[in-house]
């Protein structure tokens, strides 16, 4: 196995080359980038809101108002139907899902029904139009009563329209405002998603591409004042509307529509030349203008309305007849709330009302301190793991740490390859791989000392430890990577980064422990030729370990089943410090503008605002609080909640990040939150299943469950807070303690065909000993680069990376004393025991004097 063709090194050193090529603009600025030739490579990865700044925003169809609006248009359509066909009705109404209406004379039924028939013909649908949907059932459950009932295809149909109507006319108003590289994508079948990166005003960016925008000029009914309609009742065919003005002033509007939205050809923010006031001016297409001219034409010294989303944002009185099609609204303008209805009339009226159900902003100076702090701990962790490898192994820990250094650059280049977005979450995730990443190369060195450790040559050691070690390390990877795909597949925006950045780790990492340190090894071993392989300055594990691991499972087993019974208890005792991604509610970061923050005038200022549960804490520096405020039962209000927190604070507070979750959205995170612990342990039950026997898959997932429970009870017992981060990191101890605790099961397998009459417990005390070392060295270097993250990374992933941390030291307890005396309790060799006493002693005889840790 370290025998290298030509041709094979040329493609593994091609392939680290370009990793570093496509890697290498990550490190260069802008202008020296664009000042290079064509050619090269400049593509950057892409950095995620919570690391540039900018807004996630989730917006949700209403579909009850569809539905309502949708009926509303059958009810008129069945009303114009039997006009038009002089057919006289009754009883015409609404009620749940149906319209009905009763034909007066018993003569008409008939023709009634031929007519209304008409009305649930079928519409194409389908990207070519090639399908066909019936909106409305037709129903006649006696003489002359015909029902008409919304199918649920037809409702499918008019979401998907209009959600497909809704993503161009948001596309069409963000782009207006002039942001870079804005994402707007379904998801779904009832939601958008609006990213913005760099915006410095998401309240400006809520309202643009919140408000429905439908424009109507109507006339205003003149013939009653508008008080007694208010009081009494408005005439047929009116209703009261109020302006945009403080106070809002009513007017009673005709509901015949002149003129819409639809027949604007263009709006533009100008000035009036008589006050120099901010107005919009807007021209109408050839229909429009007809209507428009013919309207004013009969109505001279009327007043007419121009009417937003049914508020009035003036109400002018014609003067004269306006033939040319164009004219101009004006209303109390500020030059920006004129520029925004401008943009809202050119990019059209949204088909539905649409709902902010999640919303996630960063501001630009908090994702360069997030930038910033995760650059530190990635080189700081960088510098602890390349220096505890040299420290280790010497030689060999720098060929591993070259390793390591390709596989970090061929990470950063197929990250930026991809175009994916790199988040703090996905910083851990480098962060995390890089402590990983040299368990591999840990696993074939220690294997190799093994071999070498049993009277092998070095050759033959380092062939054989290569050899052996690939079992391990594909059980082991696989596992992991398992975990990665359900965390992208059940998980959503800093879950999805950290899963991409841990999946794609594991396959460089595969590449390099298996390629490009056996190459290099290869290569070492031409060039200089040693007798005997090189040590480290510091020795952790001596060479040969037996300690009676088995002797103390009475003990491991009754503390963990108490510390996880203990941990269950608490959990449904004590009230976890859910946060908002699964409870619902706001969550901001503020900075103070002066030198410190005062948690008690924050407090008594949104205390008077009467918003419910509201939590004030310091958070980080001085200068910067955390606010919590509880759900408030529906997304219209959780947004009114955040203007008028802003409202209160912004003048003495920088709004640095705003976090708000709906109810319905912090239900399904929490339900794909358990699904994704749920779906990850059954999926590695299977494999281990499929690659062992079932004690060993069984064995595995109750470690790794150990693992899940006390990791949530340390969630608990210390009050951190559990939100979208708390699951990675779960998932992330998953994946570690199982690759752990197949680490030693695989072994234990080998040993099981070497041994087929040793003692169980006795063979596993050898298993656990042989891989004692590199249990202890792999921990030890993932657990430097996690504490690196943890002290410098910064204080929104720092109870992310502590839970890591904690996980981590519980899942290499667990491989040892829960898993090894699990297999014991299955009773994995039945009789082994009992059988042949004198050879289970021959056997025992027969471990080497010189075993040692693979």
């Known amino acids: 196995m370290l025998y290298f063709s030509p041709w094979k090194s040329v493609t593994i050193w091609l392939a680290v080359l370009i990793g570093i090529v496509f890697a290498a603009p990550n490190l260069i600025n802008q202008s020296t980038l664009a000042a290079l030739p064509d050619w090269m490579p400049k593509r950057q990865m892409t950095l995620g809101l919570d690391l540039q700044g900018g807004s996630h925003i989730l917006l949700e169809i209403d579909r009850a108002q569809l539905i309502e609006d949708r009926l509303d248009s ?59 949907v019936t909106e409305l059932a037709m129903a006649e459950p006696e003489p002359g009563l015909f029902r008409f009932t919304l199918t649920a295809e037809g409702i499918d149909y008019r979401i998907n329209t209009a959600l497909s109507q809704s993503i161009e006319v948001v596309g069409r108003r963000v782009n207006e405002l002039g942001t870079t590289e804005p994402i707007i994508q379904r998801q779904g079948s009832e939601r958008i998603l ?21 424009l109507t000029f109507q006339m205003v009914d003149q013939s009653v004042p508008v008080q007694e309609a208010i009081d009494s009742r408005p005439p047929p065919g009116t209703r009261v509307l109020y302006s945009v003005d403080e106070p809002a002033v009513p007017y009673l509007i005709e509901n015949r529509a002149i003129v819409s939205g639809e027949n604007l050809v263009d709006a533009q923010a100008t000035f009036d030349q008589r006050t120099n006031e901010p107005v919009v001016s807007f021209r109408f297409d050839s229909q429009g203008a007809t209507r428009f001219g013919q309207a004013t034409q009969q109505n001279v010294g009327r007043l007419f309305a121009i009417i937003l989303d049914n508020q009035v944002i003036s109400a002018p009185q014609i003067r004269e007849p306006i033939l040319g099609g164009t004219g101009q609204i004006s209303g109390n303008f500020t030059v920006q709330s004129a520029n925004d209805l401008a943009v809202l009339l050119r990019a059209g009226a949204l088909p539905a009302d649409l709902n902010i159900i999640e919303e ?59 175009g994916a977005t790199l988040t703090l979450p996905g910083i851990a995730g480098i962060v995390l791989t890089m402590g990983m990443a040299v368990d591999s190369n840990i696993i074939i060195f220690e294997r190799v000392r093994e071999e070498r450790a049993q009277g092998r040559s070095l050759i033959q050691s380092l062939d054989s430890g290569f050899r052996n070690a690939v079992s391990t390390i594909v059980d082991a990877n696989v596992t992991t990577f398992i975990v990665a795909a359900i965390m992208f597949y059940l998980g959503s925006g800093p879950i999805r980064g950290f899963a991409v950045t841990l999946a794609i780790g594991i396959i460089t990492t595969v590449f390099t422990a298996f390629l490009v340190t ?31 691991f088995m002797w103390a499972r009475k003990w ?106 709906g109810p319905t959205i912090s239900a399904e995170l929490a339900r794909a939150g358990t699904m994704a612990v749920i779906a990850a342990l059954l999926a590695m039950l299977v494999y281990i299943w499929l690659r062992f026997e079932w004690q060993f898959a069984v064995g595995a997932v109750i470690a790794t469950l150990h693992d899940v429970v006390l990791v949530i009870g340390f969630y608990v017992v210390l009050g951190l807070e559990f939100n979208l981060a708390s699951i990675a990191a779960v998932l992330t101890v998953v994946g ?119």
């Open 74 to 132: 059958a009810r008129d359509e069945v009303r114009v139907t039997l006009r038009d066909a002089r057919i006289g009705y009754t009883g015409l109404a609404e009620s749940g899902s149906t319209v009905q209406v009763r034909v007066r004379d018993e003569e008409a039924i008939v023709q009634a029904r031929e007519a209304l028939g008409a009305l649930t013909e079928p519409v194409t649908s389908g990207v070519f139009g090639t399908g066909v």
């Open 194 to 214: 609006v990213q913005v990166p760099g915006l410095d005003d998401p309240e400006r960016l809520k309202e643009i591409i919140g408000q429905t925008a439908q």
């Open 360 to 418: 996630r902003t960063v501001g630009p100076s908090l994702g360069a301190d997030s930038v910033a702090a995760g650059q530190i701990a990635a080189m700081i962790a960088a510098v602890l793991v390349l220096g505890f490898m040299i420290f280790t192994y010497g030689t060999l820990g720098l060929i591993a740490n070259i390793a390591l250094i390709a596989n970090m650059a061929m990470i950063v280049a197929i990250l930026s390859g991809l």
């Open 518 to 548: 056996r190459w290099l090894i290869a290569f070492w071993l031409r060039r200089t030729k040693p007798k005997e392989l090189p040590r480290g300055m510091v020795k952790f594990i001596p060479e040969v370990t037996k300690f009676r």
């Open 556 to 661: 491991s087993f009754s503390l963990s089943s108490f510390l996880a019974a203990l941990a269950v208890v608490l959990f449904f005792t004590m009230n976890m410090n859910l946060g908002i991604d699964f409870r619902g509610g706001s969550m901001m970061e503020v900075q103070a503008r002066g030198q410190q923050a005062d948690v008690a005038d924050v407090r008594g200022r949104l205390t008077d605002l009467n918003l419910g549960e509201v939590q004030v804490q310091e958070f980080g520096t001085p200068r910067e609080l955390l606010i919590r405020i509880g759900a408030q039962g529906d997304e219209a209000t959780e947004q009114q909640v955040i203007q008028q927190v802003r409202t209160t604070l912004e003048a003495d507070y920088d709004f640095r990040r705003v976090e708000v979750v």
């Open 736 to 854: 570690y303690s199982i690759n752990d605790t197949v680490v030693v099961y695989d072994r234990v397998r080998e040993n099981l065909r070497k041994f087929k009459k040793m003692p169980i417990d006795t063979l596993i005390d050898l298993t656990i000993n042989q891989t004692l070392s590199r249990t202890i060295l792999t921990g030890v270097t993932t657990l430097l680069a996690l504490t690196a993250l943890y002290m410098f990374g910064g204080e929104v992933i720092a109870s992310f990376t502590l839970a890591m941390i904690f996980g981590i030291v519980i899942g290499t307890y667990s491989s040892i004393y829960v898993a090894g005396p699990l297999l014991i309790l299955f009773n994995l060799r039945p009789g082994a025991l009992g059988e042949d006493k004198e050879k289970a002693a021959a056997d025992a005889d027969q471990v080497p004097a010189q075993a040692s840790k693979a």
